[in-house]
């Protein structure tokens, strides 16, 4: 009898189980059930691009179809003048119980352009306002071109912290057309109707990773990164960097490690002198918007009105006339550089040892081209500051750098702050680069000669000292005796409209080089700009440069809100090829201090070296 009713209870809770398992879901995934106001997929949002659908088009095919009667289709609009991405996406509750969930979906291409990619996309969040859990969007694929409809997979781990999954498509070439159908899920290579279900919402929730950006808090979590720097220590002894948190514009925290000279055994501090790479941009945007107040440019000029040497550029772009001051500041003019090289590389092959100097250059100016519309997408152009420092010098009648010495260095207290070769009181305290190639190469390097036409957009070096005075101008303006030079720089109030209150209805003080759910991400002015989106948990504003030249890396960076008087100043010389220990260093001083700004927790995991290599390898 016992045994009997044993065996009845068993079957009842097997059957009672396999039953919730197999429930049908009302998933649109085949996007098959269309609203009958809108006509468009049930449950899908067909507006997740770039500014809205203003990029993109998204919308239901009926002719081009792998199964039913309706597949998805996104390319770009013709009419646009700003495309990022175009996407499509589908959110179902993460009640299943699993390790693993995979999208399988078919998709077809027609000459998506290798300027992108085309792929199905999968992200899982957690709680609220906190980082996504595990996303993947087949970028690292490159998968363009025409194909026919073939199936694709992407897989993800299941968190038990999973709250949401997001599934969809994603068009980031601005070419070509891509079509989605067929989407299905599957939990532990079980489709999802027979996977079983498990409470919902968890109970348990993940610890949140952000801190309140207070000194305590933020001096705890440097004690977290002092971990860290001892493992690099123990791991790549030879690694040499520097790095300082500063605090109302003093540093308050200082790490360091290996050598500014590996052959001199000039040790890494603050002592030494450093190439600044692209954080010399910042620089170029000050000068250009000290112009600006004076009224000798506007930044709705034609870059022609001052180099008319540039000639007439593409008529289907717009021509060069069409290039204003403010598309070169913010990296979105389309200028191509790469004809005046050619050009000048064909005449001049001296030139292949050494950099032009802008007298040099501007004879091949003609033979500049355009590789899209200004302002119709971002696209990071140093060239675009090599004009802006002839820009300087007609405008002025001075050579660039010594618009820059005279106008910012000088009045600043700058002065170790330099370019073309270094002077000789500072040859001892500049050092030498390092990259490491796999299987033990090393290549170094050292540039201590005028960067030419370069200065503008990379030839700035200068002790940490004098970096650390241009960021009290920027930010804090704690140094009470130079208030007043600080203002003859430019005034508290101009920076403030330029650089700080960003306008996003003003489409010529920035351009957005990408946006995630939680941030956006800025160039104002030439400045760099990392804002969390409206309604964001962790509410942050950062503003900076980083920089990169010759295998010398920096970082510079600050917040912008006045209650938060933090800043990051990062000096690298060591660098490596993918998956060596240099690189994954590299990654690791780079990201957690930049996430430090940005109220996110020193991770402890990542003192451990395996849990490193694995995540920046």
């Known amino acids: 009898m016992i045994n009997r009713l044993f065996l009845c209870s068993l079957a009842l809770m097997l059957w009672a189980g396999t039953t919730r398992a197999q429930t049908k879901q009302n998933y649109n995934l085949d996007m098959e059930q269309l609203n009958a106001q809108t006509k468009q997929p049930e449950g899908w949002d067909m507006t997740f691009s770039y500014g809205g659908a203003k990029g993109y088009i998204v919308k239901p095919d009926a002719q081009t179809v792998k199964t039913g009667k309706y597949a998805l289709t996104i390319l770009p609009d013709a009419n646009a003048a700003n495309k990022s991405f175009g996407a499509c996406a589908y959110v179902i509750p993460a009640k299943y119980q699993g390790k693993t969930i995979e999208l399988r979906g078919y998709m077809k291409l027609k000459n998506v352009g290798k300027d992108g990619h085309a792929g199905l996309w999968m992200r899982i969040d957690g709680e609220e306002g906190e980082p996504s859990l595990a996303f993947d969007n087949m970028r690292k694929r490159k998968i363009n071109g025409t194909h026919d409809w073939q199936e694709y997979k992407v897989n993800l781990p299941l968190s038990k912290y999973a709250l949401k999954i997001h599934v969809g498509g994603l068009l980031t070439s601005q070419q070509g057309q891509m079509w989605i159908d067929n989407l299905r899920l599957y939990v532990d290579d079980k489709p999802l109707a027979k996977v079983a279900t498990r409470a919902y919402p968890p109970k348990e929730r993940k610890p949140s990773i952000y801190f309140e950006m207070n000194k305590a808090n933020v001096l705890k979590e440097w004690q977290k990164f002092e971990k860290v720097v001892d493992t690099i220590k123990q791991k790549v002894p030879h690694f040499?960097?520097?790095?300082?948190?500063?605090?109302?514009?003093?540093?308050?925290?200082?790490?360091?490690?290996?050598?500014?000279?590996?052959?001199?055994?000039?040790?890494?501090s603050a002592n030494v002198v450093h190439a600044w790479g692209s954080i010399s941009k910042m620089f170029t945007s000050i000068a250009i918007l000290q112009l600006v107040e004076k009224g000798k440019i506007k930044l709705t000029d034609p870059i022609t009105k001052y180099l008319p040497e540039l000639g007439k550029g593409v008529d289907s772009l717009g021509g060069m006339q069409a290039i204003k001051i403010h598309h070169l500041l913010n990296h979105n003019s389309g200028y191509d550089r790469?004809?005046?090289?050619?050009?000048?590389?064909?005449?001049?092959?001296?030139?292949?040892?050494?950099?032009?100097?802008?007298?040099?250059?501007k004879p091949f100016l003609k033979y500049a081209s355009q590789k899209f519309r200004p302002g119709s997408k971002y696209q990071y152009n140093n060239g675009a500051y090599s004009l802006l420092g002839m820009v300087i010098e007609r405008a002025t009648g001075q050579k660039y750098t010594a618009y820059i010495k005279q106008h910012i260095l000088k009045p600043l207290g700058m002065s170790t702050a330099h370019y073309d070769k270094t002077p000789k009181k500072l040859q001892n305290?500049?050092?030498?680069?390092?990259?490491?190639?796999?299987?033990?190469?090393?290549?170094?390097?050292?540039?201590?000669?005028?960067?030419?036409?370069?200065?503008?957009?990379?030839?700035?070096?200068?002790?940490?000292?004098?970096?650390?005075?241009?960021?009290?101008?920027?930010?804090?303006?704690?140094?009470?005796?130079?208030?007043?030079r600080y203002e003859k720089?430019?005034?508290?109030?101009?920076?403030?409209?330029?650089?700080?209150?960003?306008?996003?209805?003003?489409?010529?003080?920035?351009?957005?080089?990408?946006?995630?759910?939680?941030?956006?991400?800025?160039?104002?002015?030439?400045?760099?700009?990392?804002?969390?989106?409206?309604?964001?948990?962790?509410?942050?504003?950062?503003?900076?440069?980083?920089?990169?030249?010759?295998?010398?890396?920096?970082?510079?960076?600050?917040?912008?809100?006045?209650?938060?008087?933090?800043?990051?100043?990062?000096?690298?010389?060591?660098?490596?090829?993918?998956?060596?220990?240099?690189?994954?260093?590299?990654?690791?001083?780079?990201?957690?201090?930049?996430?430090?700004?940005?109220?996110?927790?020193?991770?402890s995991g990542e003192v451990s070296w395996s849990k490193i290599a694995k995540r920046y390898k």
Do not use: C, W
Not at 252 to 261: C, L, P, Q, T
Not at 343 to 358: C, G, H, L, Q, T
Not at 501 to 524: A, E, I, M, P
């Open 429 to 484: 305290l500049f050092g030498t680069s390092y990259r490491h190639k796999k299987g033990g190469k090393v290549s170094t390097g050292r540039p201590d000669e005028s960067a030419g036409i370069r200065e503008a957009n990379g030839g700035l070096k200068a002790k940490v000292a004098d970096m650390l005075k241009f960021m009290d101008f920027l930010k804090f303006r704690k140094r009470t005796k130079y208030l007043k």
């Open 240 to 268: 040499g960097f520097y790095a300082a948190l500063v605090h109302q514009g003093e540093i308050i925290r200082e790490a360091s490690n290996g050598m500014a000279d590996r052959e001199k055994k000039l040790p890494m």
């Open 338 to 361: 790469k004809p005046v090289y050619n050009a000048i590389a064909d005449k001049f092959p001296e030139f292949e040892n050494r950099v032009a100097n802008s007298k040099e250059i």
């Open 489 to 603: 720089v430019l005034p508290r109030t101009v920076l403030e409209k330029h650089y700080f209150d960003l306008n996003l209805q003003d489409s010529t003080q920035y351009t957005q080089t990408y946006k995630t759910t939680q941030y956006g991400f800025y160039f104002v002015n030439g400045f760099f700009n990392i804002l969390a989106n409206e309604g964001t948990k962790n509410q942050f504003e950062v503003m900076g440069h980083s920089g990169g030249v010759h295998g010398f890396l920096s970082n510079f960076i600050f917040r912008k809100e006045t209650k938060v008087p933090y800043g990051i100043i990062l000096m690298i010389n060591t660098s490596g090829q993918k998956e060596t220990p240099e690189r994954v260093t590299f990654s690791v001083l780079y990201n957690q201090l930049r996430y430090l700004l940005r109220n996110i927790k020193i991770d």
